[in-house]
């Protein structure tokens, strides 16, 4: 792998939201292990650390999971240690 020393910037395929406020997005990884979102043709950027996007998604994964438990009715039991 190539470490990252410049800043990579891409335009996304697809637009978000609606009617006039519909635009497409600009990704940015930089240095540092950043990244970095935009609307094109906006200056106003959010900037976050990959590890807290990384901590992010994986609670997102946890708690759709257990919501989706718990919505089925049945109940996660820890098994016996025998």
């Given at each position: 792998?190539t470490p ?49 996007i990384i901590g992010g ?26």
């Open positions: 792998m990252l020393n410049k800043t990579v910037r891409r335009l996304t395929v697809d637009e978000y939201g609606y009617g006039r406020n519909r635009r497409k997005l600009v990704v940015a990884l930089e240095k540092g292990d950043l990244i970095t979102l935009r609307e094109h043709g906006c200056r106003t950027r959010h900037t976050a650390r990959l590890w807290d998604c994986s609670d997102a994964r946890l708690t759709k999971s257990a919501w989706k438990n718990s919505a089925s009715g049945s109940t996660i039991r820890r098994r016996d240690d025998t």
